[in-house]
Structure formats: structure tokens, C-alpha cells
């Protein structure tokens, strides 16, 4: 336990001491400024009228200028938005030990290996629940400055499990980007991976595979890909968990077998 709790202090220290966390909130940030924007747009037919494209593309979107429709779009911008900036801080977690040239000294300390991991894998999760929180109470403070009207008890709590489930679903998926940076030595095998696979939940979403792809589903879960006709299975979620425990084993067992001298 004193190991772990030594590693998961200097996993935080080198979070705390880094910009990237604040530059990736501030990219979380814009997510709820945008959707209050279409709603703003959206209340007013005649200024988005006006505006011409702007008004059409808010429409596609957005739809109406209520609760709903806001808090929808919270989650769906996350499950897509999560999906590559929880990669980029991830990558940054298991990439940055390579590019600073830190790993021989990770590899020889004390500690155990799989500890190191599991703490910086802790860090992840934490913050990645931190950040999905964030965007929904701020979502809600633009919402109020809108005065958008739907609001309901239900609503909100429905958008919040929906959003919650879809980032945490996204989160554990950053398993393998975990995996790539390492394998990989770097940030670019696991952006790489997070790219493609991000593509690829797209593709198999709109060809109506996608309940069955891991990347798909907290997409399909916040109804990117339209209105559900039955829930998802419970299928749908364990091919995310175990997907995801996959990488953390594959993660764990290269850190374990990690050549020191490379």
C-alpha cells in the first residue's frame, strides 16, 4: 500500500506540474459554450434566419431550444470529444515517461511495475470522472443563462447517467491507448490508435454494427447515431469491459516484461 500510494503522489505531482490537464479543459470547456450557442440560436428564428448557414447547421444539431435537447448534446459531444482528448492525456501519462527519458529510472525504482501502472491507470479514471462531472454542471450554469425552458428533475438525471455511463465507457477504452503508448514508446502509436479507432466506431456505427464495437457504444448509448428503438443489451456494455480489461492486462504484462536498458 505505501508503494502504491508513493506512485499515485507522483503520478498526481507530474499532473499538477503539467499545462496539458488545463489545456484539455479548456477544449472540455468549449463543448458546453457551443451547445449554449445553438440554443441561443435556436430561441431566435428570425437572428438564425440571418445567419444563414450557421442557423441550418444549429438546427441539424440541436433541434429545439430546450433541456433536452442541450443536455443531449452534452453527452454526445463527450462521447466524441472524451474519446480523443482522454486519449491525448493518457497517451501523455504512459508517453511522457519515453520522451523525457524516464523510463530506465521508473523501471529501477522500488517499486513494483504493476503498481506504477495501476497508479497512473487510478490518475486516468479519476480524472476523466472529474472532467465528465465538470461538463455537466457547467452545461447546466449555461443552460440557466440561456433560460431554456423543459427543465425537469427526470430530465436531468437521465442526461446525467447518460453522460456519466458514456465517459466512463470511453475512459476505460483509453486501456489501449495505455497499451500503444507504452508498446509504442511515445504519444504517436497510441494517437494513432485512438484516430483509427474512432474512425472505425463511426463507420460500423452508421452500418448498424456498432452495438457489437466496444467504440461504438457510448456514441450509440448518448443516440449519435439516432433515437434508440430498445436499449443497449447488456452485451453491448461487457464487450466494453472486457475489451478494456484486455488492454489494462496487455498494458500490465508489458510493463512487467519492459526492457530496462531500452
Known amino acids: 500500500m505505501n508503494g502504491f500510494k508513493a506512485a499515485m503522489w507522483a ?17 472540455f470547456s468549449i463543448l458546453p459554450l457551443v451547445s449554449g450557442l445553438f440554443m441561443v440560436i435556436l ?5 438564425a434566419k440571418e445567419m444563414g448557414i450557421i442557423s441550418m447547421k444549429a438546427q441539424l444539431t440541436a433541434g429545439t431550444a430546450d433541456w433536452p435537447s442541450m443536455l443531449g448534446m452534452l453527452a454526445m459531444g463527450t462521447s466524441v ?18 520522451s523525457n527519458r ?3 529510472e521508473l523501471l529501477a525504482l522500488p517499486v513494483a511495475r504493476t503498481t506504477i501502472v495501476w497508479a497512473k491507470f487510478v490518475l486516468i479514471f479519476s480524472w476523466t470522472f472529474a472532467i465528465a462531472l465538470y461538463i455537466y454542471f457547467f452545461g447546466l450554469f449555461v443552460g440557466w443563462l440561456v433560460e431554456l425552458p423543459g427543465w425537469s428533475l427526470e430530465i436531468a438525471l437521465k442526461a446525467f447517467k447518460t453522460l456519466m455511463i458514456a ?3 470511453t475512459a476505460f477504452l483509453q486501456s489501449w491507448v495505455a497499451f500503444f503508448a507504452s508498446y509504442g514508446r511515445g504519444y504517436l502509436p497510441a494517437m494513432g490508435w485512438a484516430f483509427f479507432t474512432l474512425a472505425l466506431a463511426q ?11 466496444p467504440w461504438s457504444v457510448p456514441a450509440i448509448l448518448t443516440e449519435m447515431s439516432g ?4 436499449p443497449l443489451g447488456s452485451g453491448s456494455y461487457l464487450s466494453v469491459i472486457l475489451v478494456s480489461f484486455v488492454g489494462v492486462a496487455a498494458t500490465l504484462r508489458w510493463w512487467q516484461r519492459a526492457d530496462q536498458s531500452s
Do not use: Q
Open 43 to 47: 430561441k431566435d428564428p428570425v437572428a
Open 167 to 169: 465517459s466512463m465507457l
Open 11 to 27: 503520478e498526481i505531482l507530474k499532473a499538477r506540474r503539467s499545462k496539458l490537464w488545463v489545456l484539455i479543459l479548456i477544449g
Open 203 to 213: 463507420i460500423l456505427a452508421v452500418m448498424g454494427w456498432g452495438e457489437w464495437i
Open 102 to 104: 524516464t523510463n530506465k
Open 81 to 98: 470529444a472524451g474519446h480523443i482528448l482522454y486519449a491525448i492525456f493518457t497517451a501523455w501519462v504512459f508517453g511522457r515517461e519515453f
Open 227 to 230: 433515437p434508440l428503438a430498445e
